[in-house]
Nanobody
């Protein structure tokens, strides 16, 4: 059974940094695209970043480009989201996700992902 477990969330002041981790229990991790999404209260879940199964291709939402970095360590079955220069509008629950099938290209629509973690809260105060 596939499990995705996020960690690293917390409270930070505006301008600060956090690094989120997502540990995946799946045998196909090194062959699968991974993504990060977030959801603020009263808002729809939105795309943050995605990374190809090799790690060589990444895509970001315009709102986080230049501040967030997605990376992965296939030996550890873990994907990361380094978040710098955090803003109050980054406050949300952050989720990692993976599609059902391995390989394929990076993707940014929530309905293109099948497995989801439980989420980790990130709160940025001014």
């Amino acid at each position: 059974q596939v499990q995705l477990v996020e960690s690293g969330g917390g409270s930070v002041q505006s301008g600060g940094s956090l690094r989120l981790s997502c540990a995946a229990s799946m045998r196909t991790f090194s062959s699968i695209v991974m993504g990060w999404f977030r959801q603020a209260p009263g808002e729809e879940r939105e795309f943050v970043a995605t990374i190809s199964w090799t790690g060589g291709n990444t895509r970001y939402a315009d709102s986080v480009k230049g501040r967030f970095t997605i990376s992965r360590d296939n030996a550890k079955n873990t994907v990361y989201l380094q978040m710098n220069s955090l803003k109050t509008e980054d406050t949300a629950v952050y989720y990692c996700a993976s599609p059902l099938a391995p390989y394929g290209s990076t993707r940014f629509r929530p309905n293109e992902y099948y497995y989801w973690g439980q989420g980790t809260q990130v709160t940025v105060s001014s």
